[in-house]
Every structure is written in C-alpha cells, then in structure tokens.
C-alpha cells in the first residue's frame, strides 16, 4: 500500500536554530516527492519537486534532498516567518497523489 | 492570472442535505484532486480525475461524488449519506506525468459546516 509518513509531527525552534524534517515514502512507480508549505486556513503552497534519488533543490532557507526511501527538508537558520505546517506528498504512477500528516514547525523569536 | 477557484470558501449545509463545492482551473491540467483536511490528519484523498469524463475514488470516497465534464471543471458533491462531512476540502489540479513538471497547485480551500 503506497503510504506517506512525515516526522516529527511537531517542532518548536528558537530563531537561528537549523534542523530538519523527514518524510519516508514506500510507494508503487514515484514520479516525483513534492513539498509544501501551509499556512492556517489556507491552501498548501507549493515548495519543491524532487524525482530522483540524489536530487536536490534549494529555495532561500530551505533545501530539500531525496534518497530511495526518504526526503529531508532541511531549514537553515530559520525565522518566525518560517512558521507553517510542512507537507510531504508523492505521487503514483497511476496519478494518484498522496500526502503525509505534515510537520508543524514553529519558529520562536 | 493563472490558478484554482474554490467557491464558496464557507459553507453551511443542514443534516440531511447535499451540498456541492465548485472547483474551477484555468492552468489546462488534465489531473483534478478533491482533498478533505481534518486537524492532526493531513490531507486525505477524496476523488481524482487524469481526464475528462473519468475519475478514480481515492481512500475515503463513501458519501461524496464527483463528476469531470469539462477539463477545467471538477464539482465534488456531499451527499446526506457522508456522516461526518464538518472539514476543510481542497481541490488541486496537475499535468498529467510526461516527463515534465507534474506538481499540484491547490485552491484556497472551502470549510463545511454542518449545522
């Protein structure tokens, strides 16, 4: 059964903290790990796509890398303007897109 | 501008009533999602469409339709027999996988309410 699973499930850092969050996948054909920043109330937004093992991406604080079984989202010296729930999702061969549960990261000054 | 409409962004529906959330694209994606987000539970998957006039039931689909007419349009309907339809839904939409940029871009989101 293809499934998503992001941890931790919470995380609080000071300002300036760096960390990372995980999001390990088992899944039929991946076409691509995909992830996304939400802020409350509003619709997930669209960070990175990553297709194949070894691929990195990078956006400001923000760096994303994929293994075989696993993706990280790296934050690097973050601010409270970091603060959002981080999703994870991938998809299937057959379209299908799946999400994990999502890491809420909150960034105190 | 390019993007996903969700309408209406609330909505209160009476026990025993179906309802209908609209979702409406203009990025020409052949792919449409119907999300339902609950607090602590991610987004689970609801229906998907790779094209018009087909859609797939994703893991929690008992209780709502869905109908892909057009490429643009894909309305999700919550039917009575959906017993806890109080959420947050989300619609997103993608190219279809060929080799290229396949990410989903998401509505603003619409929050039912059953009262």
């Known amino acids: 059964e293809d499934q998503v699973t992001q941890s931790p499930e919470a995380l609080r850092l000071q300002e300036g903290e760096s960390s990372s969050l995980n999001c390990s996948y088992t899944v039929s054909g991946l076409r691509g790990l995909f992830w996304y920043r939400q802020d409350p109330g509003k619709g997930p937004e669209f960070l990175f796509t990553?297709?194949?093992a070894g691929e990195e991406k990078e956006k400001e604080r923000l760096k994303a890398t994929l293994t075989k079984k696993e993706s990280f989202l790296h934050i690097t010296a973050p601010k409270p303007e970091d603060s959002a729930t981080y999703l994870c999702?991938?998809?299937?061969?057959?379209?299908?897109?799946?999400f994990g549960t999502g890491t809420r990261l909150q960034v105190f000054p | 501008d390019g993007g996903i409409t969700q309408s209406p962004k609330y909505l209160f529906r009476k026990e025993g009533q179906n309802v209908t959330l609209s979702c409406e694209q203009n990025l020409n994606h052949d792919a449409m999602y119907w999300y339902r987000q609950d607090p602590g539970q991610g987004l689970r998957l609801i229906y998907y469409s790779q094209i018009v006039n087909d859609f797939q039931k994703g893991d929690i689909a008992e209780g709502y339709s869905v109908s892909r007419e057009k490429k643009e349009s894909f309305p999700l309907t919550v039917t009575s027999a959906q017993k806890n339809p109080t959420a947050f839904y989300l619609c997103?939409?993608?190219?279809?996988?060929?080799?290229?940029?396949?990410?989903?871009?998401f509505g603003q989101g619409t929050r039912l309410t059953v009262v």
């Open positions: 999702a991938v998809q299937a061969d057959t379209d299908k897109l799946i």
């Open positions: 997103a939409s993608s190219a279809a996988f060929r080799g290229g940029n396949t990410e989903a871009f």
């Open positions: 990553l297709y194949s």
